[in-house]
């Protein structure tokens, strides 16, 4: 687990008042890279630790590679703790509601007047405008920001079955910390940096705006689209398995046919391109319906495989715990828990010089860094 090559943020120090998704993804991406990030936490922890359902893998799969400290910023002491803290950090890291942080005097006005070279970042709802004080959450977004009506059928927007604006936000705040870091180089001083979550997901709506743009008619949702590709679809085979094939060129869709032993279809006249295979889809994606649906996955996959087809099974979140490239590949590795057990946890999806940034310790306990981080905050004020 322990990793001792020295890692890009090596030396960098943040301090990060955060919940939830958005805000310790931001952190976690810069522990991961080397960042000493020291999280606070109020004296019962971070509410984040025991919820239930959906949320309860939320704590461990964000806050790794970070040390926690106990404060309880509803007195002043905690709160001028915490400032203090701030003032040996370069990077200040926070998401919660608007107004918060400003009350509690830990706002970016009040800590950069006291730490010039202070980094602080908000992740919020929406960025400064009519919308800024509206409390937000990944779906209230996802539904003002169009991914849930391009995600569902006609007239059921659809949520995406996973945070991804929150997770991207944090991705996004990360980006932004790097920027400033750099630019201090040259001016000496911090910045505030801001992500947001409606922002982020017009960012990942933004080529459907460009399509309206450009074709002045409404894109549809991704179930009802005018497909580009004559076969890009999920066939249901034997035993109900489910396979995804995409055959996005005429060479392909020959080699598939090919692979399914139908040479009939390669050699129909109104299958003979792309195009007129589009136009016939329905009627295309029928036939292929009927040869599939005797076939087996497992027999099928590594055909399409070495033929170079575009293919996927449906993976649930739970078999990709097993999944064998993740494990060849070291993107899957185990971390202690806080309770002292071991789970398999996901790392950044990157290779830095041929090697993936990892777990160099067990997931903090409640307050496990306090005393290690405040007598060094007491010995700097003696000094």
Request: glycine fraction near 10%.
């Amino acid at each position: 687990m322990a990793n001792t090559t020295r890692l890009p943020l090596d030396g960098v120090r943040v301090i990060e008042f955060t919940h939830m998704v958005m805000g310790p993804t931001c952190g976690m991406i810069l522990a991961d890279l080397g960042a000493e990030v020291i999280k606070i936490e109020p004296p019962d922890g971070d509410k984040t630790r025991s919820l239930p359902g959906l949320g309860i893998g939320f704590f461990r799969s964000f806050n790794r590679n970070k040390k926690s400290v106990v404060l309880d910023l509803a007195t002043p002491e905690g709160r001028e703790t915490a400032a203090e803290l701030a003032d040996t950090c370069d990077v200040m890291i926070e998401n919660f509601r608007p107004g918060l942080m400003r009350k509690m005097g830990l706002d970016y006005a009040t800590l950069s007047a006291r730490n010039p070279r202070l980094i602080y970042v908000s992740h919020k709802g929406f960025l400064p405008g009519p919308y800024e004080k509206r409390l937000a959450l990944d779906e209230v977004v996802q539904m003002m920001g169009g991914l849930s009506y391009m995600t569902g059928p006609a007239g059921r927007p659809l949520r995406a079955g996973t945070s991804v604006n929150d997770i991207m936000g944090g991705m996004f705040g990360a980006i932004g910390v790097l920027a400033a870091l750099r630019e201090r180089e040259s001016t000496g001083l911090g910045q505030e940096v801001q992500s947001a979550l409606f922002e982020n997901c017009v960012f990942l709506s933004s080529q459907h705006m460009q399509q309206f743009a450009m074709t002045n008619e409404a894109p549809p949702p991704m179930p009802s689209r005018v497909s580009a590709w004559s076969v890009y679809d999920v066939f249901t085979l034997a035993d109900d398995e489910q396979l995804f094939i995409g055959a996005v060129s005429d060479k392909q869709f020959v080699t598939l046919c090919d692979v399914l032993h139908c040479p009939q279809l390669a050699e129909t006249p109104r299958f003979a391109t792309n195009a007129l295979r589009v136009a016939v889809r329905a009627e295309l994606l029928s036939c292929l319906g009927e040869i599939l649906k005797h076939r087996h996955v497992d027999e099928l996959a590594p055909k399409l495989e070495a033929a170079g087809i575009p293919y996927a099974p449906i993976v649930r979140p739970d078999q990709l715990m097993d999944d064998p490239h993740l494990k060849a590949s070291g993107g899957l590795v185990p971390m202690q828990t806080d309770d002292g057990g071991t789970t398999d946890v996901v790392l950044l999806p990157i290779t830095m010089g041929g090697r993936r940034p990892g777990v160099r310790q067990a997931l903090a306990r409640v307050g496990e860094h306090t005393q290690e981080i405040l007598s060094r905050l007491k010995a700097r004020v003696s000094a």
